[in-house]
């Protein structure tokens, strides 16, 4: 278990799509509980016609048949989005009751979470999540530079703060999509 589900956290990663999910759901990250995953993080088929979205998706209980609440992007993926990386985060909010989805930063969704949530003290998963006990929903691509918070991200963690932006004696800090510079070297 690498977060607790019960309180607020955040996850992202970057992801790659080697082809368009449109059989079966596709997760690149998930935290799993016996029968369900307490929450799941990546491409969802919902309505009719089912068409692919980014999601960031939690069960209301423990169990698969539990209702599904879900931050949903609002634009289908298309074969254009296939093979191209993706910077993709779900944001629980306790305090607030909230889901968010960011893609590249940009908050895309964000839903109520009106029911207590459970704990999934399962092990957290790339790659793949579970359906009734068993691993499904594989990933087909890549995933990269994955990130697990016991926090709530906000516009500052994807974009950087200026030190002006901040509080007296606080410093630049980058965001996730600003490199950090660890090290230089002179020959």
Known sequence: TVVDTTKSFSVGAWVNLAE????TDVKAVAQTGTDAAGFELGVRRPGSPLK??????????????????????????????????FHIAGVYDKELATMRLYVNGVMVHETTRPNAPWAAVGPLVVGRSVNAGAPLNWWKGNIADVHVFNRVLVGHDFSGKLADEAEPDELDEPGVFEPVEVGRWQF
Do not use: E
């Not at 368009?20 to 059989?23: R, S, V, Y």
């Open 52 to 85: 692919p979205y980014w999601s960031f998706v939690m069960k209301d209980g423990s169990a698969q048949s539990s209702t599904t609440r879900a931050a949903i992007a609002p634009t289908p993926l298309t074969g254009a989005d296939v093979d191209k990386w």
């Open 20 to 23: 368009l999910p449109l059989t």
